[in-house]
C-alpha cells in the first residue's frame, strides 16, 4: 500500500521569497512521484515527476524537487515566489506496472503575499 | 493534442436523482481514470480502464456507481440515487499505457452538488 503525507496544509510566504512544499511517501515498491498544481476550479496540471532518473527533478514554472530514499522525501522548492504561484499543489506517488493509479496527499495551499 | 475534456463542467441535482459524467480523453491514449475529490482533500482514485476493459475499482465506488468505456474512447461514469455525501469534483485523467513514467493528463473536472 502506498500513501503520501503532505506536512502543512497550508503555506504563507512573502513574494519573491523560498517556497517550500513539504512530501513524504510511503511504498513498496520504487515509486514514481509527481507533483501537480491546482488552480480554483481546475483540473490538476503536472509540475513535474520522479522517474527513477536524476534525482533532482525541475519541472515547469521554476519549481524543482528533490527525491530523498532514505528520508522518503519529495519536497517541491521554488527559489522565488510569484503571486500567480498561488494555487493547491499535491503531491502523488504511482504503483507503476501495477495500473498506476495516482496516490494523492491531502495537498498545501499556497498563499502568496505581495 | 485537445486536451482531456469533461461534460457537464457542473452539475447540481436533487438527492435521490440519477446524474451521468461524461469524459473525453486525450485521442491515442489507451489509459482513462476516474478520481474523486471532496473540497479541501486531494482526489481519490475510483477506477480506470484499458481501452474498454474496466480493470480495478477502488472500494469507494458503491454499487451506486458505474463506468463504461464502451469503445475504449469516452468514458461515462453514472451515479444513481445520488446522496448529499455525493458532492465532489470529478476528475478524469487518461494516459498511454507505457507513456514516459505514465503521466496522467487530467481533466477540468466535474463538480457535483447534490441538494
Known amino acids: 500500500a502506498q500513501s503520501v503525507t503532505q506536512l502543512g496544509s497550508h503555506v504563507s510566504v512573502s513574494e519573491g521569497a523560498l517556497v517550500l512544499l513539504r512530501c513524504n511517501y510511503s511504498?513498496?515498491?520504487?515509486?514514481?512521484l509527481f507533483w501537480y498544481v491546482q488552480y480554483p476550479n481546475q483540473g490538476l496540471q503536472l509540475l513535474l515527476k520522479y522517474t527513477s532518473a536524476a534525482t533532482l527533478v525541475k519541472g515547469i514554472n521554476g519549481f524543482e524537487a528533490e527525491f530523498k530514499k532514505s528520508e522518503t522525501s519529495f519536497h517541491l522548492t521554488k527559489p522565488s515566489a510569484h503571486m500567480s504561484d498561488a494555487a493547491e499543489y499535491f503531491c502523488a506517488v504511482s504503483d507503476g506496472d501495477a495500473g498506476n493509479m495516482l496516490t494523492f496527499g491531502g495537498g498545501t495551499r499556497l498563499m502568496v503575499k505581495p | 493534442d485537445t486536451g482531456v475534456s469533461q461534460d457537464p463542467r457542473h452539475k447540481i441535482t436533487k438527492r435521490g436523482q440519477n446524474v451521468t459524467f461524461r469524459c473525453d480523453p486525450i485521442?491515442?491514449?489507451?489509459?482513462l481514470y476516474w478520481y474523486r475529490q471532496t473540497l479541501g482533500q486531494g482526489p481519490e482514485f475510483l477506477t480506470y480502464f484499458q481501452n474498454e476493459a474496466q480493470l480495478e475499482k477502488s472500494r469507494l465506488l458503491s454499487d451506486r456507481f458505474s463506468a463504461e468505456r464502451p469503445k475504449g474512447s469516452f468514458s461515462t461514469l453514472e451515479i444513481q440515487r445520488t446522496e448529499q455525501g455525493d458532492s465532489a469534483m470529478y476528475l478524469c485523467a487518461s494516459s498511454l499505457e507505457g507513456g514516459v513514467a505514465y503521466e496522467q493528463y487530467f481533466g477540468p473536472g466535474t463538480r457535483l452538488t447534490v441538494t
Open positions: 485521442s491515442e491514449h489507451n489509459r
Open positions: 511504498s513498496s515498491v520504487p515509486p514514481y
